[in-house]
Every structure is written in structure tokens, then in C-alpha cells.
């Protein structure tokens, strides 16, 4: 089995309860709720069961305590994850709006993932790994994106693979940011855009001519992320399209990343377009509807039983 | 009327809303309340009607904007409070243990309040100042004990004076915190500690001969806060203890800082100690009154309403 490994930041997420609520006054609140999207990518594949670990930073308070104790549960290997005192775990405050958008209030670069570093032990995982994944909301200071850079380098070196999903956030833009999203766009082999995210990196703005370029410029394939519109997966053998599972959306938050933690599997494990895409689906059906960042990360066995009350619903 | 300036943190602060709860697990929280142990007292002063104005700094986001806003509204001069875009608003989290007690998780020397320094503004607030307080959580690093020493040094130097309260949480102590906090007992002129803070600076461990040693070493006044047992004034001139009003304690964070508050606006009046406390006591009532840490602060007919209804139940 191949291990795959990502570097990024941790956070806890604190979620307002109420559509339309805002920080501009007291409100219910809810968390805190492991996060961070390297983090809920990773705890999706260790609850499918493949090899991983990640390099991360936190500080040493309960909000650190939370993530590494739900990693280490889902069978993530957190040994490159460093516990900073006098350092602040990173947080994310959310809220929704009634048109379904959602706006953050984050603390990231000046969080302990501020001093993400590599050491030893994350040495020693990129060592032992075959496929690094790759957020853009990672790249968010100079000392991130050099860690990032150094697992890509190194692990493409030795034959391995790089996934990459843009996953951009006008709250995350940071210095630096631009110019290691395209240094990524340029290396990876699988690229994992949501909606418009698709043109971050092509001179066309149509779809099969956008994919067409990044195929062209090296990329083994390029999966498309619709939402509950489905995903479209192309390759140099073609295109492979899946509607998305029927699922009542709780909260959009980490789909997207159980989704790409679920392709890259799959892929990782050379099963066809159509069942990667398969299940990809399936881990952002099961996202989706629970409420909280990476509480909707599902085992194995969840996934199989879910796949498996669909096969019944085709059947009827 | 005399001028109030204190320098330090400006946090939101988000509430477990049930005792007991942990920050291990997610759970119903409460929030963002504007709050900063130093901001809780420059609102309860402004809304007392005395000129004020704070010294820190915060993010461009939210939660910056939720202090400032509120801190305006109560007639808190916030030109000296820089907003810095890319840094994050300090935060505490705060749970209750089912012994009363509190934890906290706090992000303060590494938020934007970490930013904090002297700028035009900050100058120019502290030439307008007649009086500084401060508050030694505010003392979290070297550039924060670097403004405050130095608006105490000016304003002491013209003439002016110092309140201090010791205000020491464990979770907060830093480098350099220590000889900050005996540098300020060594020249204030107000001395606000709550319990065993009495005996932080004394060889003494003994309440009466602990306040001779502090008044011996040049402070005019110390203000023993006792919470629900009241708070006793010492002078050269004597003691003077008066029992707190009887409060529904719905949450004691910030009542000592709307104490403090009180006691300050009253002691630059020139007020008795007796009539001194009375104010302090009316205002640290009300505090515990309120679920939130800067909620309770009460405008000055609110207090006068109390203290009229106080007066009734004591002639009753």
C-alpha cells in the first residue's frame, strides 16, 4: 500500500449555529471541531485504511490536543505533528449566510502552523512516503510553502506522486501564496479543482480547452469537483462523468476535502476512473451530511454500507 | 476631569455555555464577546463618564471591529488602537468547572495585540493622561511591557498616577512578566490586588502587615478585592471595609475590572473611601449580573438606579 503524506495547517473551527448570524455580536456558537483541510483530507484516508501521515504544527492547549488525539484515532501517523508551548493552536470561525455562502475569520499564519518546520520526524515520513497531497490554503506563509516545496521535491524525486487541490480562500490570500499555487499547478499529477478554480491556472476559460492545457503540461489527470452536481474525471483517455449521491447537505465543510481523499486512494490503488470517482462521491455524500468539519470522515465499512444502499437504489 | 489611559490585550472571548464542559469535544459555545481584561476596564471608566482612551491593537477582521465598536460607544477614546491587516484579534476561551473555578484558552502575545507599540496616537493619548492603569495579564511580552512602562513613566513623571491590578492568570505568565509586574508595585499609587495577589510582592504573608510594607514602599492606597466577601481600603489614614451588595452571580468574568473601574473613577474624584467603595462594589454587582466578560458594565444612571434600590433595602 502507498503512503501518502500532506503538510499543512490544523485548526480548530468554531461554527456559528444560526444561518445569517454574524461576528459582529454574541451568538450560539459551536466547537471546538477538529479542522483544517490537510487535515480532514488526511483523516479520510487514514479512515480508508491507507498508509499517512502529516506535518503540521499546534501549540499546547486543549485545541492542539482535540486535532492530534482525532488523527492518531482515524490511524494517521502524527509523529511530524510539533506541539509548540507558548504557542496558539490555529482557529477558524465560520458562519453562513442564507445563500449558502460562508464567510471565515481565520488564525493561521500567526498560529503555531506559523512554525511549521521540517524536523526529524517529518524528515523521516516524507522518507517513508509515495504521494504527497497538497492544499493551496497550505501555502500560507514563506515557512509553509518551503516545507511543501521540499515534500513535493523530494518525494517526486524518488518516483513518487503529487495531488493538488487549489482550495483558495479570499480570506487565506497571503504573500508568496500566488506564485506556489502555479509552482504546484506545474508539478502535480492530479489536480482536484472546485468550480472556477479550474481557470486559476489556464489561459482558457472553457473547460475542455482548460483541461486540455493542463493535461498538455504534464498532469496525469485533472477530476473536476461539482458539488452535488457530481465530479467530472479526464484523463488522456477521455472523460468520465458521475452525478453526486443524493444527500441532505448539513454542512458543505471538508466534502470537498473527503472527496479528494477518497479519489486519491482510489487512484493510488489504479482502480478505474468511474469507481475512484465512485468513491469520491461517496465520502463527500457522507461529508456533507454531518454537521462540522471532519466529522463527516467516514471508515471504511460506513462507506461500504453507503455504497452499497446505493447499488439498491439504482436496483429499484 | 481626569484623563484614563490603559494599555493592553483586546480579545473576543468565546463561553463553553455549560459547566463543566471541555474543550476536548465539540460543545455549545457562546460568542464573540468584546472583551481584554485592561478593555473591560476602559469601558466600565468611560461609561462611569470619565475621559478615556486605550492603547493595543487588533486584526482587520470581526473581531477587531466588535471591540472598537463597543469600546466608542462607551465613550472610550480608540485612536490608539491599531488595526493591523494580516494579523489575527487575540481570543480566550473560557470554560467553568463545576468548583467554580475557570480555564482558559488564550491567544494573546502572538495575536495582533502582540503588535503593540507606541504609535502618534498612543503618544498623543498619553500626553492627554492623567491617570494609567494597568492590569499585569497585560504585561505578555517584551514590546507590551515596553509601552506600558513607558506610559507609566510619563505620566508618573508629569505629575500623573498609577493604578495597579495585579490581575495574574496561570495560563498567561511570560517572560519578563515577573519583573514587570514588581516593577508596577513599586510605583503605584493604587493597589487593586483580589485575594492572594496581596502577598505577590510582600515578605509578608500576613493581610494587615502585608498593606503596611506595600504603604510603607510610597502606594497611597490598597484595595483589597474579596468577590462576594466584600473589599477593605487601606490608607495611612485607616482601614475601611465595606460587604459587597448581594448579587445572583451569573458569571464572575470582569467583575474585578468594573471594580477596579469604579474605585479609580472615584478615588480621582476625590471621593471617601467609604463612598469609594460603595461604587466599586455597585459596579462589580452589576458585572456579575451578566453572562459575558464586558456585558455587565453599567452607564452611570443604571449604577445610580442600583445604588438607590440598595438604599431602599437598607432602610427597609
Request: proline share 4%.
Amino acid at each position: 500500500m502507498k503512503t501518502v503524506v500532506t503538510a499543512g495547517e490544523i485548526v480548530v473551527e468554531i461554527m456559528a449555529t444560526r444561518v445569517g448570524q454574524t461576528f459582529l455580536e454574541p451568538g450560539p456558537l459551536i466547537g471546538p471541531f477538529p479542522s483544517g483541510a490537510p487535515a480532514i483530507f488526511i483523516d479520510q484516508v487514514g479512515r480508508l485504511g491507507q498508509p499517512c501521515g502529516m506535518i503540521s504544527s499546534v501549540g499546547a492547549d486543549d485545541f492542539g490536543t482535540i486535532n492530534i488525539e482525532r488523527l492518531r484515532a482515524s490511524g494517521v501517523d502524527t509523529s511530524a505533528i510539533a506541539v509548540h508551548e507558548g504557542a496558539a493552536t490555529g482557529s477558524a470561525f465560520v458562519r453562513y449566510n442564507a445563500d449558502g455562502s460562508r464567510n471565515f475569520v481565520y488564525n493561521i499564519a500567526h498560529s503555531a502552523c506559523g512554525l511549521m518546520a521540517l524536523d526529524g520526524a517529518g524528515e523521516a515520513l516524507i522518507e517513508r512516503a509515495d504521494h504527497v497531497h497538497v492544499m493551496g490554503s497550505s501555502l500560507f506563509s514563506a515557512g509553509a510553502i518551503e516545507v511543501t516545496k521540499t515534500a513535493v521535491e523530494r518525494i517526486k524525486a524518488r518516483g513518487g506522486t503529487l495531488s493538488f487541490d487549489p482550495n483558495v480562500r479570499p480570506e487565506l490570500l497571503a504573500d508568496g501564496m500566488r506564485e506556489a499555487l502555479h509552482w504546484m499547478a506545474a508539478r502535480c499529477d492530479v489536480f482536484l479543482p472546485s468550480g472556477a478554480e479550474l481557470f486559476l491556472f489556464t489561459r482558457s476559460q472553457v473547460e475542455e480547452d482548460a483541461v486540455a492545457e493542463i493535461l498538455a503540461g504534464g498532469c496525469s489527470v485533472v477530476v473536476l469537483k461539482k458539488g452535488s452536481e457530481g465530479a467530472v474525471h479526464y484523463d488522456r483517455a477521455g472523460r468520465t462523468a458521475l452525478p453526486a449521491f443524493r444527500a441532505e447537505e448539513v454542512d458543505p465543510t471538508g466534502a470537498g476535502d473527503c472527496f479528494g481523499a477518497g479519489f486519491v486512494c482510489a487512484w493510488l490503488r489504479g482502480e478505474a476512473p468511474a469507481d475512484a470517482l465512485r468513491l469520491a462521491n461517496a465520502c463527500g455524500a457522507l461529508a456533507v451530511a454531518k454537521k462540522g468539519p471532519m466529522e463527516g470522515t467516514a471508515f471504511r465499512a460506513e462507506i461500504d454500507a453507503f455504497l452499497a444502499s446505493q447499488n439498491e437504489v439504482d436496483a429499484a
